[in-house]
């Protein structure tokens, strides 16, 4: 399983990044307006300082309804920094965004469909041509629904039919999380910085660095 970051924070893309783990980057509108500045302009920044990874999703915004709307925003933002190939649109999961899924597939743009919370609509994100397909676990377990267990129904579904689109676990709130989605077959896990930090703990670590470093002191009097 790969790791995405989920956040349109640029300090906390780059310190993931130095760790050597990332492979994409995830936004939404919530996640930009959270950081107080230009969606087109963030996306290119984004792009910029990540150059090794393989997709930066931009989402077409909330007033896009209709495929037409989508698909003129797509327009742009397949032009930011040149026409970075890696932009990926993401869309929701609606008939319009389903239609804009399949122009955009068809002209080999990345497309990344949002908000899926049932196998149904990842099975019609992957036959519209989505390259990715992002089921929302901790929306589901917020309304008491097992959010990795549609993980778990969707990776299956792909496996028996072949389908190409990779799955982004989304919403991902904690390690146990990603842990569960790595097992269930998920190809990437979005994730906060956050939860990034959490996956490097464990207390025994951090007694064993303190224990390395209080051994290490008495062999200066050695
Ligand atoms: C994924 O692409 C979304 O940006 C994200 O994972 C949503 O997470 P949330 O439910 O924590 O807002």
Request: hydrophobic residues 45%; charged residues 25%; proline residues 4%.
């Amino acid at each position: 399983m790969k790791f995405f970051i989920d956040t349109a924070n640029l300090e906390d893309i780059k310190k993931a990044n130095k760790i050597g783990i990332l492979a994409g980057v995830t936004t939404n509108p919530s996640l930009v307006a959270k950081e107080g500045v230009k969606f087109e302009d963030r996306i290119a920044e984004i792009c910029k300082a990540v150059p090794n990874v393989e997709s930066v999703s931009a989402e077409v915004t909330p007033d896009a309804l209709t495929a037409e709307e989508m698909i003129a925003q797509a327009d742009e933002l397949i032009k930011i920094n040149g026409g970075d190939k890696r932009v990926t649109i993401k869309l929701p999961m609606t008939l319009a965004g389903l239609e804009a899924c399949r122009y955009l597939a068809d002209k080999g743009v990345k497309t990344n469909v949002t908000l899926i919370f049932t196998v149904n609509q990842a099975l019609l994100a992957a036959r519209a041509g989505a390259t990715y397909v992002s089921p929302f676990l901790g929306r589901l377990d917020d309304i008491s629904q097992d959010g990795v267990q549609l993980v778990s129904k969707i990776a299956e579904l792909f496996r028996v039919h072949n389908l190409e689109s990779q799955i982004i676990a989304a919403s991902v709130r904690h390690p146990d999380h990603v842990t569960r989605v790595a097992m269930e077959g998920a190809h990437i896990a979005t994730v906060p910085y956050s939860v990034i930090e959490q996956l490097t703990k464990h207390p025994l670590t951090d007694q064993g660095i303190d224990k390395f470093a209080a051994d290490w002191e008495k062999t200066k009097s050695q």
